[in-house]
């Protein structure tokens, strides 16, 4: 029994000195239920002298059940000299509120107030106490569900400021040792429950795998060590094909439709570059490399348009309707709802870029107005002779449609002065009569 004890503790000493050095000499904070899990965590890590501190998040979720694991840990706390951080929650009306699950929404109370915690006390990490048998369980949860190598990885070690020490001990490890220590803690009997997934799973599918295979924890481990070294490599080599197709401009990212082609299964590299913006139909991503420009599909929060020889990735706002109108008076700078400018100049200076024009202000009446462009609009584009539609301006430059619906139009009244970014109007233009210049210009 005793070796029991002290090879446990020696154990984790080594892992933290292998994988997590930083925590050796970090402020730790334990998040702490009162379950067996995390209650020998907070004994094995007070016993290593480091550091900790305690959170426990009372989600009144078991009315005076969940009380009394407040008031054990706590307890455990002072016992042990540790300080207690405790909070309580109205997590039925917060998952109301926010339309989520409990599990959802339990989830998101606890790692904000963490992040909280962390912040206004200058602690280093939170420590929770996830396990082998949990990740086996995270593992069927999102196969079950369907999912990307990241979701077939388990439960990552750590996550920024979260690090999860016990995932080198399996559930029956963890409970022994508490036996052995003769160690209390509370029992959630909630987890008896099979209504949950994860409850299904842990009760009835685990103990036929480690009853079909006694190795079964060894072989997962060394699975997910497998999985993660491969989903490192595919993420090494999205990376370098990134770069080869993909130009950034602004919030939009160009995907060169040639480019990609020339890539082996080009297809998955695109669907792993698309799935962070929410896209999961890939049948309608693949048939848009093919489809007429224009096409256009749609994430949640994001679009994907077919415009010639590439995709184009924006967020969904950028087709947002507009009717609002701006107004920009002499002299003055708006930051809304992009970033302009104004003011007098003396002399034409030498012009490098779209974003800087120079006016005849005697030819402009203030306040000018900047609004999206609308059908029927038309200028009289430098450079050129006579009147052009904008809309026959955009096909001729080759706006896609992104570009026009982003597009904003500064106005003298109701003529057109210049397509932000883009062309400005002849009739604006410096003459040699012109007596006073007025510089207008855009801040990227």
């Not at 949860?141 to 001990?169: A, C, H, K, M, Y």
């Not at 008076?329 to 709802?337: A, G, L, R």
Request: proline letters at 3%; glycine letters at 4%.
């Amino acid at each position: 029994m005793v070796t029991l004890i002290f090879k446990m503790l020696a154990k984790l000493k080594t892992h933290l000195q292998t994988r997590f050095p930083d925590l050796l000499q970090g402020k730790l904070l334990l998040a702490v239920s009162g379950g067996v899990d995390s209650v020998v965590m907070l004994h094995l890590l007070a016993d290593l002298k480091l550091d900790i501190a305690v959170a426990h998040c009372n989600f009144r979720l078991r009315e005076e059940q969940s009380d009394q694991d407040a008031s054990f840990v706590e307890a455990l706390c002072l016992q042990r000299g540790i300080p207690f951080f405790g909070i309580s929650f109205d997590t039925e009306q917060y998952a109301e509120e926010k339309g989520v699950s409990i599990q959802i929404a339990a989830r998101s109370l606890r790692y904000d107030w963490f992040e909280q915690l962390l912040n206004e006390q200058q602690l280093d990490f939170v420590l929770t106490a996830h396990h082998l048998d949990d990740a086996v369980e995270t593992f069927l949860i999102n196969f079950s569900r369907g999912t990307g190598l990241d979701g077939l990885t388990g439960i990552p070690e750590q996550n920024q400021r979260i690090v999860r020490p016990l995932l080198i001990f399996s559930r029956e490890e963890i409970y022994q040792h508490a036996l052995a220590q003769a160690w209390e803690w509370r029992e959630d009997r909630s987890n008896a429950e099979t209504k949950y997934l994860r409850n299904k799973l842990r009760k009835n599918v685990v103990p036929l795998l480690k009853e079909s295979n006694p190795g079964f924890l060894h072989a997962f481990k060394n699975s997910i060590s497998f999985l993660r070294e491969a989903n490192g490599m595919v993420k090494d080599a999205s990376e370098t094909h990134y770069k080869q197709v993909v130009t950034e401009v602004d919030e939009k990212c160009h995907i060169d439709i040639a480019e990609l082609k020339t890539k082996a299964n080009y297809l998955a590299y695109l669907h792993f570059w698309l799935q962070p913006y929410g896209f999961k139909n890939w049948n309608d991503v693949d048939a848009l490399i093919e489809a007429s420009t224009g096409k256009i599909i749609f994430s949640d929060s994001h679009l994907l348009l077919k415009n010639r020889s590439e995709l184009i990735l924006a967020p969904k706002s950028v087709l947002a309707a507009a009717e609002q109108v701006y107004y920009l008076d002499e002299n003055e700078t708006i930051t809304q709802p992009i970033t302009l400018k104004n003011e007098r100049q003396t002399q034409l200076l030498p012009q490098d870029d779209t974003y800087t024009i120079y006016v005849d202000r005697d030819r402009l009446q203030f306040p000018l107005s900047l609004r999206k462009w609308r059908q029927g609009d038309s200028f009289y584009p430098l450079g050129m002779q006579g009147a052009k539609k904008i809309s026959k301006y955009f096909k001729d430059e080759k706006y896609s449609q992104i570009d026009k619906e982003a597009a904003w139009i500064l106005c003298s009244e109701n003529q057109i002065v210049w397509i932000v970014g883009g062309r400005m109007d002849d009739r604006f233009k410096i003459k040699n009569t012109t007596i006073n210049i007025l510089k207008i210009q855009l801040i990227q």
